[in-house]
């Protein structure tokens, strides 16, 4: 439990909302979980099994015997030896695979595993087992092909989508975007150029509801275009936006603003002036005037409603708003490149601005935060294998006390990361939302099988197993049909997922399906490859934590 808790522990600290709750919802899953399984279910089972027959389907089961005592079935009642276990493996004694209460899994992981993998040619001293050998070299090569899919997948070019293609929602989405004259132009990203706004003050900002209390604009003091340096500083403005060459791959065009669609207030506020006033800008006036002017242009243009702020009959700012050359379905690559291009033309702005205009920003509505938003799962995804892969190798050598068998461990555990991203991109997925989470998250359900299975094969030392055949033996025996079973079970509940409408739980159950299914082959095929064809034996790099305590 602990694995995938730390993996989704690691979500906490994502400045994405959605992930980081789902982080927090699933930490306490699997912490209260984990104390139902240890404190709940043990107690229910003994006293089921102490003082009830219990019955399912028409099988009933048997109070626990009196022989039976601290969880060790005695083979002789009251025999002075001791409790003796029901099967002995090793060179001495064949694996009683055949013994009374053996299931038929492990019979079958005796037959078609155990022995295949063992099978071994004398090359002198050195025992040559060719499967094993064979399977962790083409892991290997697999494992170097999935890093390559891995590390290929890119941000999503567009919004996540919910429904599937043949969704009555898609079909509605797609034909709007897509029959009305105005799509041509919608492919593009819309951008302002905002004077007199220093910034926003969110002190009252609730990371948990973000659509409440989005802050307060913090206005420029300084700001005011009444002079005639400000408005020829405007003018210039306009022209600059025009000019602005783009020169990145992400523009339609060599310029970052499309021809004839900048809304340029100044200039159709100067000839309204004409007009109505008999004079043009730039022209020097009090504060008052200009504002004044400013009220009934607005008041008779309801197109600039939105670009002229006037507030309490002050005027706070203004902006420019043009088509940019970007399109918002690029790639975050070229996206980004662009992006940074616009904040090019936010620095020169600023730079040819005098004092009055200082306060000028760029801003890019959804384009900007998606973008940003893309860069976040990209550190989502990076910051959370950075810290559960330390967190997994401590908890490995924690378990098995080998240094070999943890690093193993832990290359299986990434592997079958890059395996699971890989087949996304093999699927032609995005880096999306469940991409992220699931390349962290997968981290804590891979070490599973390992984890169980390095400790056993370990633990064989302890049960007088010396040679890396027979610890194999011992960690196949004891932890093999557990893993066979749990991967069932696990696999199954993912499976349920393919059958509900959502794309993201459809996606998440191939995620879980797949991060099962490879954690399956990588542990019982790359690990315990490595651990029958050259795992540690006796001793070797083994930490041995009590000469420790009896040196001090």
Known sequence: SFPPAVAFLSQ????????????????????????????FTPTVVLIAEDHFKVCCFGVCGKKRSKDVENGVEMSTKGSSTGPSPRATIGDTAAPDSEAKGSSRVDNWLQKFYVQPMLYHIDVGSFQFRPLPWTLVILMLAYAAQAIYFAFSLTPPTEEEKWFPDDHMFTGIHDAARGNYLTQADEQYAVLDIVYGIEGIDRSDYNFWKPGENL?????????????????????????????????????????????????????????????TEGF??????????????????????????????????????????????????????????????????????????????????????????????????????????????????ILLIIATKNIQVAFFALASVLFIVASVLGFGKWLGWALGIAESISGVIVIGFAVDYTIHLGHMYM?????????????????????????????????????????????????????????IFFSFIFASLFFMGHCAAFGPEKNFATIDCSKCSKDK
């Not at 403005?237 to 339609?252: D, H, L, N």
């Not at 633990?459 to 194999?472: I, K, Q, T, V, Y």
């Open 280 to 393: 043009t800008l730039p022209e020097e006036m009090t504060e008052s005037n200009m504002t004044n002017y400013l009220s009934v242009f607005r008041d008779e243009n309801p197109a600039y409603s939105e670009t002229i702020g006037i507030i309490d009959s002050q005027l706070k700012f203004v902006k420019f708003t043009f088509l940019s050359t970007l399109n918002k379905a690029a790639v975050f690559e070229i996206m980004d490149e662009v992006v940074n291009k616009a904040y090019d033309l936010e620095a020169q702005l600023q730079d040819d601005a005098p004092d009055a205009l200082k306060s000028v920003f760029i801003e890019g509505g959804f384009v900007f935060t998606w973008l940003q938003t893309q860069q976040m799962l990209i550190d989502n995804l990076i910051e959370g294998i950075a810290i559960c892969s330390p967190v997994v190798f």
């Open 215 to 275: 802050g307060e604009p913090i206005f420029d003091d300084a700001f005011e275009m009444h002079t005639a340096s400000s408005q020829t500083a405007l003018f210039a403005a306009c022209e600059t936006i025009r000019t602005f060459e783009c020169g990145k791959e992400g523009c339609a065009i060599n310029l970052i603003a499309w021809p004839n669609k900048l809304d340029c207030f100044i200039e159709d506020f100067s000839s309204w002036l004409n007009t």
């Open 12 to 39: 906490t600290g994502s400045e994405l909302m959605p992930i980081r709750s789902l982080g927090i919802y699933a930490t306490i899953v699997i912490i209260i979980n984990y104390l139902f399984a240890i404190g």
């Open 459 to 515: 633990e064989g030392a302890h049960n007088g197993h010396e040679s890396r055949g027979d610890r194999f033996k011992f960690a196949v025996t004891t932890m093999g049909g557990t893993i066979v079973a749990n991967s069932i079970t696990t696999f199954g509940a993912g499976v349920m997922m393919f059958a509900t409408q959502l794309v993201f739980f459809q996606k998440m159950a191939t995620l879980i399906t797949s991060t």
